[in-house]
């Protein structure tokens, strides 16, 4: 199905029937779920336990609705036809949005609010060989860079645009390779396979040097049916914009490594000792 057959054009707006509203619906429903989902489990840990911090709940309430706004309503019509607004909706939905998923500690809540048998099941899955495989910065970086670059360096592109079941698939991996691609680099939940944080580093500087150069390649080169000023306009989204999230996600790296690695005070250890004791 080739989705722009739905788009009218009338005095130079778009009108979308009601065939093109399937896939935005498609992918928008899992993302309202997980959001009722996210609330329902708040209430019930609230009851058992301290009450969950706002902040989480907020960064998830966001995340979800900059997911949703990337895949469905005006941002998502109009991205099947304007290639800057398709990089803001990228932004959005591999970026941004699991950022902010990623800083809601979902895991976290679900140990909290599931019954010890089904936690503990989560956590076996949590410290399965998939699990080691796919949450790996260097697997998680060639997923989502790499993923980017098959995107827009080749017909793909254009195909996504021409075939229901590939646009869906593209959004999917977009929004799942960006949250591996957070949840490898900053530990929010908890995380059985843990990698030090020079790797983690080193790995985070090598796939941002490659978002960027894409973003570069994008202003230069434009993917197929994309004309040169909708591209230099999108691939400077993609730089700017990538940088200032890349920037939030370097700072909450570097703050948990400084955690993890400054000196204890002499009060820490005295108080340490005098606990042994």
Not at 17 to 25: C, K, N, Y
Not at 171 to 176: A, G, I, Q, T
Not at 185 to 200: S, T
Not at 213 to 239: C, D, F, R, W
């Amino acid at each position: 199905m080739n989705l722009n057959n739905y788009i009218l054009h009338i005095d130079g707006a778009y009108f979308f029937t009601q065939e093109q509203l399937i896939p935005q619906i498609l992918l928008a429903l899992p993302f309202v779920l997980t959001l009722v989902m996210y609330i329902l489990a708040v209430i019930v840990s609230n009851r058992r336990h301290k009450r969950w911090p706002l902040y989480r709940t907020v960064c998830w309430i966001f995340g979800v609705l900059f997911a949703i706004i990337s895949v469905a309503g005006p941002l998502a019509n109009r991205a099947l036809v304007d290639f800057t607004a398709h990089m803001f909706g990228h932004l959005f939905l591999g970026m941004l949005a699991p950022l902010l998923m990623a800083l809601a500690a979902p895991m976290t809540l679900m140990l909290r609010t599931l019954t010890v048998p089904i936690a503990r099941r989560l956590s076996k899955m949590l410290r399965s060989r998939l699990s080691r495989m796919l949450t790996n910065p260097i697997i998680a970086s060639v997923l989502n860079i790499g993923g980017l670059w098959l995107l827009y360096t080749t017909s793909l592109y254009s195909l996504m645009h021409d075939y229901f079941l590939l646009h869906l698939i593209v959004h999917v991996h977009v929004f799942l390779a960006g949250y591996l691609f957070t949840i490898s680099m900053i530990y929010i939940d908890p995380m059985p396979h843990r990698v030090p944080f020079l790797y983690r580093a080193i790995v985070l500087c090598v796939a941002l040097t490659g978002h960027g150069i894409l973003s570069k390649y994008i202003y230069a080169h434009p993917p197929n049916h994309v004309t040169i000023n909708q591209a230099e306009l999108g691939g400077m989204v993609m730089y700017y914009g990538g940088d200032i999230i890349d920037i939030v996600i370097i700072f909450i790296l570097c703050l948990q490594w400084f955690r993890a690695t400054r000196p204890r005070t002499r009060l820490a250890i005295f108080s340490n000792c005098f606990i042994s004791y």
